[in-house]
């Protein structure tokens, strides 16, 4: 059990949450004083949320960066301002033109497989129009449901890869590998603008952060203390053990001497205590100098 109540919880959001409200939840159910996450799901998604807790928020920017995967469910034959279930639908066809564009056009699902198949190929992506970007102090979502235009802004993506599951109009799914900052939804709308034909997200469920899988996360009320994993065991750094003396230092800020630095590698490392609690995170520099990242009251 973590008794600092530090550490990192793999949730298995479900639909119909917000992120917030899961934090918000998890911070009730098991009275965490601190509780956040490293990247947010919408709210009709589902899947892995990392959740930090305590000296564990410090991280929550190390794993924005980390790549992610998805299996999406796209509708065939409606369109939403969003790209998604929770938006004003812009498009809808019917099921006879859905079924006649699957079978004719589309070539019974084949000219959709080598879209998703050619993702890998896409290189920049333009931001959502509905999403939590701002402008002005206000957010892209906002501006666009009151009939504002936005600044198109692009950002460099990659997409690792892509592979079909489902190949029907009614289920047709897939899954997909991509840089952190890739919106899957907008994935949805390019889709429907590249074909000229509805379509849109009816499903999305996070498989992966990083190195990290939803097979070994838990629903929120499933989760305890002892399912956190640390911050060591995520974060391996070295380890200086220090005295008592050293630790008053640390704690002022102040530089300490002849800890072991000279056996460090250069980059981060932690100084810990006698039972092995985190005091600080630090770096080393090639020319044997190092700095205080975060000193842990």
Known sequence: MNKNKDGFFLVNK????????LVQKLRKQLNIPKLGHTGTLDRFAEGLLILPAGRATFFSQDFLKLSKSYTATLEIGK???SGDPESEILGQASPSEVTNIWQNEWKNGQVLIEQIENLVQWKMQDAPKISALKHHGMRYSELTRQGQET???KREIQVFSSRIISNSW???SFEVHVSSGTYIRQIAIDLSQILAFPISLKRLIRNSVGKYLLKNGKFAEELNWSDALGIQECFPYPECLLDEVDQNSVFHGRKIQGFGLENLEIGKFYMVNQAKQILALCEKFPD???KYL???H
Not at 14 to 21: D, F, L, R, V
């Open 79 to 81: 369109a939403t301002l």
């Open 170 to 172: 009614e289920d047709f």
């Open 14 to 21: 479900e639909a119909g949450i917000t992120s917030s409200q």
């Open 151 to 153: 600044p198109q802004k």
């Open 294 to 296: 975060k000193v842990f």
């Open 288 to 290: 044997s100098e190092w």
